[in-house]
């Protein structure tokens, strides 16, 4: 397919002149040498391709040249910086070769360069949006655009009676019609290059976007059937052909729609089926769309119509089946092609205006025809609407009016469809094609470059970001269902009846059709909204780690399992694990022996400094899928290990200041608020009014042992349930018996001690219930990190992991078996404190075994060796190695939901 | 208009409720047809059942909650006073300044904070003037569907009322639920343009 597209890139290379790399003359040998050549330069086999990659290189460096300074991009459009340098590199060729090279070709343009733009836009065209302004779109592009083109012709075949046309350009009314149809139509390239700069309001750029996009079904019929009309010659033309030019246009309209549709249908279905090749999911959603494009031009329908309704009808469903990765992947495929064929076009089109013997000048047709696009653009978009505003609920304003009016760029597509002219049938096209090249210049240079003072001065709404929170998501929903009723009260059918209809057909049949099972809940706006802020939580929440967490929330490997994180949110975990249990740090605090204390130290010492051995159990080389077992879990651990030791730095600074703070919970809570993080979810027992959030309940404390860190990668298949985790550790410069009792003061446990238990008399869970697990307790609780945050670290970091996996169900609860490591368990045995502790509480019942969770997973089969090679880690308690004073002793304790249950 | 004016004329009260509502006389006749037509026997105000007819009404997650909206305070008839007094809520704002309205005048039906108000009234089922958790959840089942299970929902409506309650009461009090939706456009977005 490439090599046939290199003839229509137009690069043909004449000799030597390639001046871009001067360097890489073609030194091809005319003739075989007589022996065997060691060395051989074969320019002409790699050529074709190898200009096109370097006219991209080109492209991109310009780009990252223009973005080096702000300044510039700020001011000017990279556009017009493109079609500058375009105009440059152009005339470098020019005066190197004696002759125009390397021209922006109509076929190239409409084959390679557009479909990548167009479908990006289509893909991500914010459809609520677009269907709200639907109206207003379709009227500016099919009223505005024959209103166009019908004057501008008009009036230059008026200029041309009137003798202000050199009559060197011959052209009749209907020539002039036909240049009209070209220069008419409002560009998508063009106005996406500069609007995407601009940040007008959303009404206003889907307008006049959208226009740009659907007015391509008009304009091709237009330019269709007026060339036709040319080439016929106009005494033939009949009144059946006026007819049939009328039908074409709804034929080419709807036909061009039509199979955007059906392809879209094909491209949701399909990717419903991929969920064992995951990695062709986005070539799939790049091929299909392309296959629209090219049928629809065979067809002679409407491409750029096919392929934005392609992007726009499929994107919901091929969200929502393919994976997260695929997710990324297309729209970061999409958005660099994108980028990469608008860069290319502007170039090519500032260097294919160097070339002087495709056009000729005259001056009262390019003159006229500025005159004229701009005068009737401005008349069409006052006239439409004007009638438009009769029927809108917002009306657009005067300040709207000149931002469209201005806004209408013309672009590429005009310059190629006026290169795609038969110079026998229309004399007068070396004019035109000057004219256009003026046009587009003018437009997009002098336009582009003066709509942003324009807008500010103008004081155009600006578009303004912010985030999308529930109780917008949720109340937007309300008010949808709420206009839908009162329209039905009311009894007028209008737009809101019409998409309520529609979202129920779209739920119970084509989502059910087209939607992977398991992908088809998430989809709901509402959870997704949910999920999107969870997510965003968590990872705001790493951003600001450093500051509130210690490092067990990074380096116990407690991430629930990958299919159950999704679902599973902070405040369902906290509501299911609340319900009146104690969270007491001060009783757990109390109790420890200095025995258990070095066991934990220990081990913490060598879970800290011990890399897991890299596994090479499975060796994976298949292309198709992608593995991602070991070498991911080694890195996360690498990056686990890496966190853990900057927050311990960070720690230790930080230390002191806990200790003395009283209150430092508030103080988060309000950065939280502040950053917009989990603003909702805190996780105190009982919050004090003046935080702005409250959590209901108060959450159950289980304590477990640092041998939770050796069992690090069976935990990462361990199902949810496992618990949160709750911490508590001292560091390793302020370990000293003299600072425990200071801190047990101090810390922060007040506040989330629930009204009634002060629980030190009561029985801790792990004595009463399984109990053969062990209890480590920190002495200094200098933080306690809120479930909430740990929650959302967890998640962030499962979800990010699950999302290659839609979320399903979750499976029952394994079985629980509480299997502890026997150094723990002896630990448990030799800490007879801990009885004091024990809440005998059912609610405190332990969660299940990790490592046996771990274990009975069957794909986490390789991990048991693992497990194994870690046990001897756990089970050698050697107290004389540290001395407990002075050991850096890290204690975690284990909140868990699990406890529940 | 002359002729309008005379069919307006059918309309009991004409005058005072178009001053209560804003409607113009052709908004006003339309709903009264329609109203007519809602009105199966002819009784002269319409009972739950006439609405219950409507039959995209039925389907409509929220569709008992907003006929209920149409009979406060319990009473089972509805005049067509009600019928429009309700209905005002989703007239367009009009372009007027607000600084130009007289201050005495109540809040027209259809400014922003009385369009909120019906929305919230949707919410807040037994009229405490709060949406509580449970009541935000009763909605989310309502509109989510039956693909979130039940736990979803409940930790989606805990974190919504936890999202906007900032007194820390467990509950979206009306102010709360104005301030989460202060960057929407509601006057635009609770607006029927046909309701004139």
């Known amino acids: 397919m490439l090599r046939g597209a290199l003839p229509l890139l137009g690069l043909p290379l004449a000799g030597a002149e390639t001046t871009e790399e001067p360097t890489r003359e073609p030194g091809s040998p005319g003739e075989p040498p007589p022996g065997l050549a060691l060395f051989r330069w074969q320019w002409h086999e790699v050529e074709a391709p190898y200009l096109v990659a370097l006219w991209i290189l080109v492209a991109s460096l310009a780009k990252i040249v223009f973005h080096l300074s702000r300044k510039v991009t700020s001011l000017v459009p990279e556009s017009c910086l493109l079609i500058l340098l375009g105009l440059v590199l152009g005339g470098i060729v020019l005066a190197v070769a004696k002759k125009a090279e390397y021209q922006l070709e109509p076929g190239t343009f409409f084959l390679f360069l557009l479909p990548p733009i167009v479908l990006d836009s289509g893909y991500f065209m914010p459809s609520r949006l677009f269907f709200d302004n639907l109206g207003a779109i379709l009227t500016y592009a099919v009223v505005g655009t024959l209103w166009n083109a019908f004057t501008t012709g008009a009036a230059l075949w008026g200029l041309q009676q009137a003798g202000l046309v050199a009559s060197r350009v011959r052209a009749g009314l209907l020539d002039f019609l036909l240049f009209g149809s070209l220069i008419s139509a409002v560009d998508p390239v063009a106005v996406l290059a500069v609007f995407e700069e601009v940040h007008v309001n959303e009404t206003l750029f889907i307008i006049v976007f959208g226009e740009s996009l659907l007015n391509d079904a008009v304009t091709v019929v237009l330019y269709k059937v007026c060339n036709s009309f040319v080439e016929m010659g106009s005494a033939r033309v009949q009144a059946t052909d006026y007819l049939k030019g009328v039908a074409s246009l709804f034929v080419v309209s709807l036909g061009g729609a039509a199979v955007g549709l059906v392809f879209a249908f094909l491209l949701a279905l399909t990717t419903r089926f991929t969920k064992r090749v995951r990695i062709i999911e986005p070539l799939l959603v790049f091929l299909l769309a392309y296959a629209a494009y090219l049928t629809a031009e065979m067809a002679s329908l409407s491409a750029i119509l096919a392929v934005t309704m392609c992007g726009l009808g499929c994107k919901k469903y091929v969200e929502a089946n393919i994976s997260h990765k695929s997710r990324t992947t297309v729209k970061y495929t999409m958005k660099t092609l994108a980028s990469c064929a608008e860069t290319v076009i502007f170039m090519l089109l500032g260097i294919s205006a160097v070339d002087s013997s495709k056009w000729a000048w005259d001056s009262g047709l390019v003159l006229g025809t500025l005159f004229f696009i701009l005068f009737f653009r401005a008349l069409g978009v006052v006239l439409q609407t004007w009638v438009l505003n009769q029927f809108r609920l917002v009306p657009l304003d005067k300040i709207d009016q000149v931002v469209m009016s201005y806004g209408g760029l013309r672009g590429a597509v005009a310059f190629a469809l006026v290169i795609l002219l038969d110079r026998n049938k229309v004399p007068a096209k070396d004019y035109f094609v000057a004219t256009t090249i003026v046009v587009v210049f003018f437009t997009v240079i002098v336009q582009g470059l003066t709509i942003k003072p324009l807008v500010k001065w103008l004081k155009v709404k600006r578009s303004e970001h912010h985030k999308p929170t529930l109780n917008q998501e949720l109340h937007e929903h309300t008010f949808d269902h709420i206009l839908a009723a009162v329209e039905d009260v009311v009894g007028h059918h209008g737009y809101h009846y019409w998409r309520d209809r529609w979202e129920q057909f779209d739920k119970k049949y084509l989502s059910q059709l087209l939607m992977r099972r398991s992908a088809y809940r998430i989809r709901d706006q509402i959870w997704d909204v949910y999920y999107r802020l969870n997510i965003r939580d968590a990872i705001s929440f790493v951003d600001q780690g450093g500051h509130v967490l210690s490092s067990t929330g990074l380096s116990l490997p407690s991430m629930p399992s990958r299919n159950s994180v999704a679902e599973t949110s902070v405040t369902n975990l906290l509501r299911e694990s609340g319900s009146g249990a104690c969270l007491d740090l001060q009783v757990i605090d109390t109790v420890r022996s200095g025995r258990d204390r070095e066991d934990a130290v220990m081990h913490h010492l060598l879970c800290g400094g011990l890399y897991k051995p890299r596994r090479r159990y499975k060796a994976s080389c298949s292309r198709h899928f992608i593995s991602k077992d070991a070498q991911e879990r080694q890195d996360k651990e690498v990056f686990q290990q890496n966190m853990k030791r900057r927050l311990e730095s960070f720690k230790s600074t930080k230390h002191n200041i806990c200790l003395t703070k009283s209150k430092p919970r508030p103080r988060k809570a309000g950065r939280k608020k502040k950053d917009g993080v989990a603003s909702a979810e805190a996780t105190n027992g009982k919050p004090p009014r003046d935080l702005s959030f409250q959590d209901t309940a108060a959450v159950i404390l289980t304590v477990e042992s640092e041998e939770e860190e050796e069992s690090d990668s069976s935990e990462t298949e361990k199902e949810d349930d496992e618990g949160i985790i709750f911490v508590a550790r001292a560091t390793s410069e302020v370990l000293q018996e003299g600072k425990v009792s200071g801190s047990l003061e101090v810390c922060p446990s007040p506040r989330i001690i629930p009204p009634s238990p002060t629980c030190a008399e009561k029985e801790l869970p792990w004595k009463s219930g399984q109990g053969d697990q062990a209890v480590y307790v920190s002495s200094e609780t200098t933080k306690i990190v809120p479930v909430d945050m740990q929650m959302g670290w967890d998640q962030s970091l499962s979800s990010l992991e699950s999302l290659a996996s839609p979320p399903c169900t979750q499976a029952p609860p394994l079985p629980r078996l509480p299997v502890w490591p026997l150094a723990a368990a002896a630990a448990a045995a030799e800490e007879p404190t801990l009885d004091l502790l024990s809440d005998p509480r059912p609610s405190f019942a332990f969660p299940p075994s990790l490592a046996k969770a771990g274990r009975s997973r069957s794909e986490s089969s390789a991990d048991i060796p693992q497990q194994q090679e870690l046990q001897p880690l756990m089970g050698p308690k050697d107290p004389t190695r540290l001395s407990p004073g002075t050991a850096n002793s890290h204690w975690c304790i284990q909140l868990s939901r699990g406890g529940l249950l | ?196």
């Not at chain 2, 929902?153 to 906007?164: F, G, K, N, P, W």
């Open chain 2, 1 to 196: 208009m002359g002729a309008r004016g005379s069919h307006a004329a059918v309309i009991p009260d004409v005058d005072s409720i178009r001053r209560e509502t804003g409607f113009s006389q052709a908004s006003l006749l339309r709903l009264y047809h329609r109203f007519r037509a809602l009105d199966r026997n002819k009784k002269g105000y319409l009972s739950r059942m006439d609405l219950q007819q409507i039959g995209a009404l039925a389907v409509n997650p929220l569709g008992d909650r907003i006929i209920d909206s149409f009979f406060p305070d319990g009473s089972q008839r509805l005049d067509f006073a009600g019928f429009v007094r309700i209905l005002a809520h989703f007239r367009p704002v009009d372009e007027e300044d607000p600084g130009m309205r007289d201050p005495k005048q109540p809040e027209p039906l259809n400014s922003r904070m009385n369009k909120l108000r019906f929305a919230f009234q949707l919410y807040d089922l037994d009229r405490d003037g709060k949406i509580s958790k449970h009541e935000m959840l009763q909605v989310l089942r309502l509109m989510v569907g039956v693909q979130v299970t039940e736990e979803q929902l409940e930790s989606i409506a805990e974190r919504t009322v936890q999202e906007a309650d900032e007194d820390g009461d467990g509950a979206v009090s009306f102010l709360e639920f104005a301030k989460s939706l202060e960057k929407m456009n509601i006057e635009q977005k609770m607006s029927i343009r046909v309701l004139k």
